[in-house]
């Protein structure tokens, strides 16, 4: 038996009406610089609605949220896939042209059309005997499955994770470091597919090494089931067991599922893609101005003796996930950003108290480094076990090592300490935030923490 003899699956086996176009997968119409290797690409679909347009300030605001050097590491795609309307395809290229010519020119946005052909007769789709859903409805979701599946095969090969949106939502400044600082924290879990916001298909991000499986099952099912319901399936299937019960299978799907939050993109469209249909929804946990600043920091461990509140820990906020917020500071209150093989740093930034609790800050605290070449004479010297009970590893937290080991580099100035590390340091295995004095009863927020090491 020879490969010949093989019949291999395809995009043609769920899509045989491409077969009669040699145009069928090309894009009828594609504004590129050819901008690939980057971090994360962005998908906004959009389509005409019968009285709104809302994709020009969403675009506005993903541009407007990002700093100079995000824009460089990211490319977010403006799919048209309005195949009715030749004049208002035609009219809003324009306009984006118009608007957004640096940033076309640059890379960061593209626009590109998907060939008519690439659709069936949407007009003659089988019965939905599943939702029991009206033609117009299987139309509208059977589309949106067949646009998701072309932008994501346009997307696949130009960055590392590929993130979802719609063409009506505004974004959180500072999303991009924040959506990419939590992936690349999840080297450790077995997710298919991170949520930075709680609504439809927004904010979803996927490895695009993924996106080929899931184009695949998208196509499979395109006729059948809504996209949401689809992705759930995924799941389903990769993960479920049939001798299970449910709640077991829910525990499955959230290994696969990670929720990012606060979200970072509010819906704000009120009317629908689909002809007649209104919404209101809102994400009640995005934040328009962010809480936190994420950042990609050196491997290691954070710890500290503040009494933490709720979720808020410190080592959530050292790899990006959230703020570090505890109770009410104490002269002599550690915090230790502890590096196990030593490192060399450049630079750190700590900064704390964020727009809701702008009061939650450090007023009397400095940073401190010990050096690997102290930390291995301290422990030839002397090295004591903590005790048990909580208090006794609080004191040890505090005080093991003496505080002639550490070298003062910083302090905070208004809640914020940023500076740079002396070359003559050399290796460092540990950063340290000691609490001189804390008057008042405030708590304290670290809303960012970037260790920059040197390479």
């Known amino acids: 038996m020879n490969n010949s003899q093989l019949t291999l699956p395809s995009i043609y086996n769920y899509m045989s009406h491409l077969l009669g176009s040699k145009n069928s997968l090309v894009p009828a119409f594609q504004l590129s610089a050819g901008r690939h290797a980057v971090s994360l690409i962005f998908g906004v679909p959009t389509i005409k609605r019968g009285k709104a347009s809302y994709v020009l300030n969403t675009i506005q605001s993903l541009i407007q949220g990002t700093s100079a050097e995000e824009k460089n590491d990211c490319i977010i795609v403006v799919f048209i896939a309005e195949i009715e309307d030749k004049i208002f395809v035609k009219s809003l290229i324009e306009d984006l042209k118009e608007r957004f010519d640096k940033e076309i020119r640059s890379g960061l946005i593209e626009v590109v059309v998907p060939p008519k052909e690439f659709y069936p007769d949407l007009n003659n789709l089988p019965k939905d005997i599943t ?147 209104k919404q209101n929804l809102i994400d009640k946990d995005f934040k328009k101005a962010p809480l936190f600043q994420a950042h990609l920091n050196p491997k290691g461990s954070a710890i500290t003796t503040i009494n933490v509140y709720q979720t808020h820990t410190i080592d959530r906020a050292y790899t990006g996930q959230s703020f570090f917020w505890g109770h009410t500071p104490h002269k002599g209150d550690v915090v230790r950003f502890k590096f196990e093989d030593g490192i060399l740093l450049e630079h750190f930034r700590i900064n704390t108290g964020n727009v809701e609790h702008p009061g939650d800050i450090f007023s009397n605290a400095s940073v401190e480094l010990l050096t690997t070449e102290n930390k291995l004479q301290r422990e030839k010297l002397f090295r004591e076990t903590p005790a048990s009970d909580v208090e006794a590893q609080k004191n040890f937290v505090k005080d093991e090592f003496l505080l002639t080991d550490y070298v003062r580099v910083g302090k905070f100035v208004n809640g914020l300490a940023d500076g740079a590390v002396p070359s003559t340091i050399g290796k460092v295995s540990e950063i340290l935030i000691r609490v001189n004095d804390h008057t008042g009863q405030n708590w304290v927020i670290i809303s960012e923490i970037h260790i920059v090491a040197k390479t």
């Open 131 to 277: 939702f029991h859903d009206p033609p117009l409805r299987v139309k509208w979701r059977t589309k949106q499955n067949l646009d998701f599946s072309y932008l994501m095969m346009y997307a696949q090969q130009r960055a590392r994770f590929y993130v979802q949106l719609e063409d009506d939502l505004i974004a959180t400044p500072g999303y991009v470091s924040t959506i990419r600082t939590f992936a690349l924290q999840q080297t450790e879990n077995r997710w298919m597919m991170l949520e930075f916001s709680s609504l439809g298909f927004i904010g979803k991000l996927f490895r695009t090494s993924d996106l080929p499986t899931i184009v695949e099952f998208f196509l499979m099912f395109h006729k059948d089931k809504p996209v949401d319901w689809l992705l759930d399936h995924i799941l389903w299937v990769k993960v479920c067991n049939p001798d299970k019960d449910q709640a077991h299978c829910n525990r499955e799907k959230a290994q696969l599922r990670i929720r990012f939050k606060p979200s970072l993109f509010q819906h704000i469209g009120r009317e629908s893609s689909l002809p007649g249909k």
